[in-house]
Structures are given as C-alpha cells and as structure tokens.
C-alpha cells in the first residue's frame, strides 16, 4: 500500500500507549486490536474506499471502547 509511512507513523504514536504501566488490561486489549486492524489493512496491495472506510471506523472503534467510558 502507498501511504503506509502514515500507517507506521500512526502504530508508531499507538505502541508507547502499550508499554505504559498506567493503562488497564481492556485499554491495552483495544489498542492492541486497533493495531492490528492497521496492521491487516497495511497488507492490502490496492485498498478500495469501502476498505479504508471499514478500517477507520474499526480503529476508532477499539479507541473509543478503550479511552472513553
């Protein structure tokens, strides 16, 4: 895929939030599944709009489900 610099650059922002002690088990679940949701859409050779629709809104779903209660 063309833009997969922005992809590394967003799983680069996301990992830290992994490592860090002060995240619970679900947050670290949720961030982890958002990754790799990025991860799997990284692969795709030609995306189509529909597919970067499907990705964005499941990785701000995990988000969500992690940061806002």
């Known amino acids: 895929m063309k833009g997969s610099k922005d992809l590394n ?3 680069d922002k ?3 939030l992994i ?3 002060d995240v619970e088990p679900q947050q670290k679940k949720s961030v982890e599944a958002a990754i790799e ?3 799997r859409f990284r692969r795709k050779h030609c995306p189509t709009r529909a597919e ?3 990705c964005v809104r499941e990785v701000a ?3 969500l489900r992690a940061f806002v209660r």
Do not use: G, K, S, V
Request: no cysteine; aromatic share 6%.
């Open 14 to 16: 996301l990992l830290p």
């Open 61 to 63: 779903e995990e988000l």
């Open 19 to 21: 490592a860090r002690n």
């Open 9 to 11: 650059a967003i799983m």
């Open 37 to 39: 949701h990025l991860r």
């Open 52 to 54: 970067t629709f499907r």
